[in-house]
């Protein structure tokens, strides 16, 4: 298992709010598009939780088959349509959606910065196992906003390190690999605004104003923090 510490990026310069997810998507790309594993590009790729397209923007390959699975219209609607895009409106959280899945044939299963909102995260791993076929996921971990959850006293809503390794490792014989994230900001206003519009905070709501107020005020850190669990299975068995 490698663990590494990626980089720490000053968000002032950028106006949006998604920097630590399209490094992600970047980074699972790269295993998609590797040939150190494969002797072929992917041509028929399923995407779980596609949101706008940050994975299907960074292939630059031909692709046959692309179909993005989010429970969000208003994500798919962003999303990059092509006579060989699907965009599919549906809820990994829900075991007919893999049914479904199932009978369609793709070559390789990415998801990029989503299973952690899953619901039952052993089922779906177990989903994806199903299809036997090379994955690579990306999942942020409970050490996301550690140090806010830490100061605000409210345990993480994302799932564990140990959890998700433990899982990958029972259902998908895979190589995983941890990077930390920072990301600096020049204002607490600043940082709490990219907290609130980044995917990665949904359903943050917790708190109350006064309390997110504290919050802000306690906040020991100029920099937010992120946990990424990369897990990359190549074998077909
Ligand atoms: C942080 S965004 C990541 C989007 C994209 N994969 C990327 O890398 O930018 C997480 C996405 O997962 C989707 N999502 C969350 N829970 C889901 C579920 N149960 N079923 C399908 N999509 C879900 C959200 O709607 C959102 O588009």
Known sequence: MKVSQEFSKYAKEYPKFNQI???????????????????????????LGCGSGAVYNLIDWKVERFIGVDFSHKMLELHPK?????????????????????????DYIVSASALQWAEDLES????????????????????????????A????????????????????DAEIEIVNYSLEFETVRDMFRYIKKSGVSAARNVLNYKQTKKLMDEYPLNYLEFEVVYINSFSKA
């Open 153 to 172: 006293k409210v345990d993480a809503i994302t799932p564990s390190k140990e959890k998700i390794i433990e899982l990958a490792e029972k259902y998908l």
């Open 82 to 106: 092509a006579e060989n895009v699907t965009c599919l409106l549906g809820d990994f959280n829900d075991n007919r959606l893999f049914e479904e899945l199932l009978k369609e044939e793709f």
């Open 124 to 151: 779906i791993f177990k989903n994806i196992a199903g299809f036997h076929l090379p994955v690579s996921l990306a999942v942020f971990t409970s050490g996301t906003f550690a140090a806010i959850n830490k100061t």
């Open 21 to 47: 997810q399209e490094e992600v998507a970047k980074k699972l790309i790269k295993f998609l598009a590797s040939t150190e594993h494969f002797t072929y590009k992917p041509k028929k790729i399923l995407d």
